[in-house]
């Protein structure tokens, strides 16, 4: 992990560094993160607090990634930028034709990192570089692509800058508290259907709107319009808390911090936004406790009511039940848990699940995953084509790449579509 000034990360926060130190001795006091919408997007703070916790901590068995001092030891090379933050706090101009503080922030960020040795080595194909909210990076993001980059999804990137065959998607960090001790079941929870957010949304969003009209007048469906302000985040907790299923709409982006509200509720969701991608989507399967819908299917009269309603009572308890066993990947927290959020973020690069890896296929423009950790062949949220058990990626043919290809498109399309 590159030492940044202060300014870079803990400083966005408000601390700051005495005399050389870049780093809180988080053995004493750990800054706290910004709260209200700003959590959302805290993915960079918490894999910086793991990695700052390794080089103290006693145990480090069970440890997903550890931080050491030679770069050439280092699988990877992490980038303690707090882009969301900086994004959050700072990217209002104070005059016209002015850069912001975050821009200047990020043309920092450039000069540094390009001008280093350990970015020089690999021409950065190496580095990490959390940029988790939509809009955060705007311009570092367009000198700096050859990263691997943690996002929330691929919605204002062009492809040549972030794809699914170099980057990674991460969780949000849920706003509504988890569900601890959830006795609720089928019949306690009232509410077939909810939704709770802004309706009115532009881009691929639109949808939302016209799925308000449809839903309004079902007796048993919440749809409404909804914010954290005032008393927002525990009215929306007791709202999917006693509700059976949650949308989850597509909004200006494919994603939205509400589907991980939904899963700390154990609300089942209910995904209609064709463009989403998942995180650890090669080692969850999401068919298991999520409903997948297209957005042409969704916008047909009653479809989607008709849908959900004839989902009876043993088929939702069991992806209840399979939510509340998964809800720990998607927990960001300090210290970090085993198969958290953070921990499972960074098992994936140091084990190679998700990280750049990988072996081109030229003739056939696809990939294949050197990990013999996949015992089937299917297609991850990542886009990386896992060939069969013990194959050998560099011996692969264009003709095997082609077939492996098709028949997991068809496994796809069965497994995450309803």
């Keep these: 992990m590159h030492d940044l000034p202060y300014q870079f990360h803990f400083g966005l926060m408000g601390w700051r560094g005495k005399g050389p130190n870049v780093w809180p001795d988080i053995r004493a006091e750990v800054p706290e993160y910004p709260g209200g919408l700003n959590l959302q997007h805290s993915i960079e703070y918490w894999l910086t607090l793991d990695l700052l916790s390794s080089e103290f901590s006693k145990n480090l068995s069970g440890r997903s990634a550890i931080r050491v001092r030679n770069s050439s030891e280092a699988d990877v090379i992490f980038v303690p930028f707090f882009a969301s933050i900086s994004y959050n706090r700072y990217s209002k101009k104070l005059k016209p034709n002015q850069k ?46 050859p990263a ?38 089928f019949d306690s929870r009232p509410i077939l259907l909810y939704f709770q957010g802004a309706i009115y949304r532009k881009d691929g969003g639109l949808i939302r709107q016209e799925l308000f009209y449809m839903l309004k007048d079902e007796k048993d469906v919440h749809f409404s319009f909804g914010s954290i302000q005032g008393d927002g985040i525990n009215k929306a907790s007791q709202g999917m808390q ?57 916008l047909k009269e009653n479809f989607l009511i008709n849908f959900i309603r004839n989902i009876g009572k043993e088929e939702w308890t069991r992806m209840w039940e399979r939510l509340k066993e998964v809800e720990h990947f998607f927990e960001f927290q300090y210290p970090s848990k085993e198969n958290d959020g953070s921990d499972d973020l960074a098992g994936g690069f140091e084990k190679g699940s998700w990280s750049r890896r990988v072996v081109c296929v030229e ?53 995450r579509k309803h």
């Design 148 to 185: 691997i980059f943690i996002l929330a999804d691929f919605g204002r990137y062009p492809s040549t800058v972030a794809n699914v065959e170099k980057d990674v998607i991460a969780p949000y960090k849920h706003l509504i508290p988890s569900y601890v001790d959830d006795n609720s079941g």
């Design 100 to 145: 912001s503080a975050n821009d200047l922030l990020q043309e920092k960020l450039v000069s540094f990192l390009t001008g280093q040795e350990e970015w020089k080595r690999s021409g950065g194909k190496d580095h990490i570089i959390v940029a988790h909210h939509p809009n955060s990076l705007l311009y570092a993001r367009m000198k700096l692509w």
């Design 363 to 415: 003739d056939c423009g696809k990939a294949c995953v050197l990990n013999e950790s996949f015992s089937k062949t299917k297609l991850p949220a990542f886009g990386f084509l896992v060939s069969p058990t013990g194959v050998n990626c560099e011996d692969v043919r264009p003709s095997d790449c082609q077939t492996w290809t098709e028949d997991m498109m068809k496994m796809n399309k069965t497994s």
């Design 242 to 298: 006693t509700s059976k299923f949650c949308l989850n709409i597509a909004g200006d982006t494919p994603s939205s911090n509400r589907l991980f509200d939904a899963i700390a509720s154990h609300c089942v969701p209910v995904i209609i936004s064709d463009e989403i991608e998942l995180p650890f989507e090669d080692i969850i399967d999401y068919s298991e406790f999520f409903i997948f819908v297209r957005s042409s299917d969704a």
